[in-house]
């Protein structure tokens, strides 16, 4: 850093990047004595910025929330960030959200140093996500609300529609989760007196109760909808032993297929399917070996698959060629 002036913009950059940071830290990351340090804060206090000292035995500085600032300052690292945050942003079935991320993109862009501008702008073109087509859409405020009554452990009441009418629920919201192109909340439901996931997409409405909740220490919503999505009931109940440990199986079979409970001789999978064709072929994908112990009919569709792969694999037979035999002219 070579100039005041540079060490300024590089403080604010800091400022802005945490919540507080020490005077010790900010001295040392510029390069500065504390007296210096102390100078470049009355600057930038000079030059409008909201910044505020928190008192303590080393001294703290940070920005006042809430107040006018001048353009954010991003590192390289951070505007890629932004850039890609902004591509998953456009296919998450928010409603909306197509047009705010790519108003959010030109200000960005705006803001960014020319060097910049470039590669963010291609980064916005070149990039695919092999994400699930949103099945829905949701209001953006359904998504804040429930987000703020999870970490704030407030109950709200839920107005969610199915296929067979609409009810209203009190619910405790644990968590939210993304999951095959729809959105979930996961939590206790009074209604029903037990754990639910509800499809965000479903709620026509939702109201704050003034009750708060405890919630469950450390609670997987990721884990109770991969659970809960295997689980449902349907034509087959599968149990297949896999002759492997439970964490190469964790790796190997997409949590969807069932649900993975370890044992002395292996991991056995447990699953609900309707196609057990279907089934057979993702188990003919495994690398390891696997025992079916239900029901009989699956094995009868890996023998079938294995033929149909014996016969793939088999090297084309030659074509016979009819030969035209002239008589003499």
Avoid at 167 to 187: E, I
Avoid at 290 to 297: D, G, K, S
Wanted: glycine share 8%; net charge positive; aromatic share 6%.
């Amino acid at each position: 850093m070579d100039s005041p002036t540079t060490r300024v913009l590089t403080l604010l950059e800091l400022l802005q990047s945490a919540d507080e940071r020490t005077g010790a830290d900010l001295a040392d990351r510029l390069q500065v004595d504390a007296r210096t340090l102390r100078r470049y804060v009355t600057k930038l206090k000079d030059l409008g910025v909201p910044v505020v000292s928190v008192r303590g035995r080393h001294g703290a500085y940070g920005l006042r929330p809430g107040a006018k600032l001048p353009p954010l300052m991003f590192s390289n690292d951070e505007a890629v960030a932004l850039a890609v945050g902004l591509l998953f942003a456009r296919r998450m079935g928010l409603s909306g959200a197509n047009a705010g991320a790519g108003s959010a993109q030109t200000k960005l862009e705006r803001v960014m140093p020319l060097a910049l501008q470039t590669p963010l702008r291609a980064v916005g073109r070149a990039i695919q996500l092999d994400l699930a087509q949103p099945e829905g859409v949701i209001a953006p405020d359904v998504l804040l609300a429930l987000s703020t009554a999870t970490t704030q452990h407030s109950r709200v009441c839920l107005h969610y529609g199915t296929g067979t009418g609409a009810t209203q629920r009190a619910f405790d919201c644990y968590g939210l989760a993304w999951r095959s192109g729809r959105w979930y909340a996961v939590g206790w439901c009074h209604l029903r007196g037990g754990l639910r996931s509800f499809r965000l997409d479903r709620i026509t409405a939702l109201e704050p109760m003034e009750f708060t909740f405890d919630p469950p220490l450390a609670f997987d919503v990721l884990r109770h909808l991969s659970v809960g999505l295997a689980s449902l009931p349907r034509q087959h109940a599968i149990t297949v032993l896999l002759k492997t440990t439970l964490e190469i199986a964790q790796a190997r079979v997409f949590s969807t297929l069932g649900v993975l409970v370890p044992r002395a001789d292996g991991v056995v999978l447990q699953a609900q399917a309707d196609d057990l064709d279907w089934f057979a072929r993702q188990l003919a994908a495994l690398p390891f070996d696997f025992e079916v112990l239900e029901p009989a009919a699956l094995r009868v569709a890996l023998k079938d698959c294995a033929k149909r792969l014996q016969r793939l694999s088999e090297a084309p037979k030659p074509h016979k060629t009819s030969k035209n035999v002239l008589g003499p002219r």
